[in-house]
């Protein structure tokens, strides 16, 4: 698995690039940015772009569902692109386990997704 983090203080947004199988492990790394984040700027956007993404591994399936639990209200939006109609179910499926606006956008799509995340 790849994941590549990256902080935009100033947008108050994440944006995180996944690619590959997530692990609990990748959690590890993922998490401490995300409240990091959220200790100096309240709450957060984030920006999930899925490359050639296959999904999680059981132990990370349960380390999202804590995730989303300990963070249901400190993440204010969260746009996913992605390039297969599974990712966009995915989406669909995440918006009860959270009180962030999620929203589905196709993988040439990006730049609106960042357009959704900026507007108020």
């Not at 100096?40 to 999202?64: N, P, Q, R, S």
């Not at 963070?71 to 918006?95: L, P, Q, R, T």
Request: aromatic share 10%; hydrophobic share 40%.
């Amino acid at each position: 698995m790849t994941i590549e983090i990256t902080e935009h203080q100033d947008k108050k947004q994440l944006d995180v690039v996944v690619s590959g199988k997530l692990s609990a492990q990748d959690y590890a790394h993922f998490e401490p940015a995300v409240e990091n984040m959220i200790s100096e700027d309240g709450k957060i956007k984030i920006l999930f772009t899925m490359h050639d993404f296959h999904g999680w591994e059981l132990g990370a399936v349960w380390e999202d569902i804590k995730f989303a639990t300990k963070h249901c209200s400190d993440i204010s939006k969260i746009a996913m692109v992605g390039d297969h109609k599974w990712e966009k179910w995915m989406a669909a499926i995440c918006k009860p386990f959270t009180m962030s606006s999620i929203k589905y956008f196709d993988a040439g799509n990006e730049d609106e997704a960042r357009a959704w995340l900026a507007a108020e």
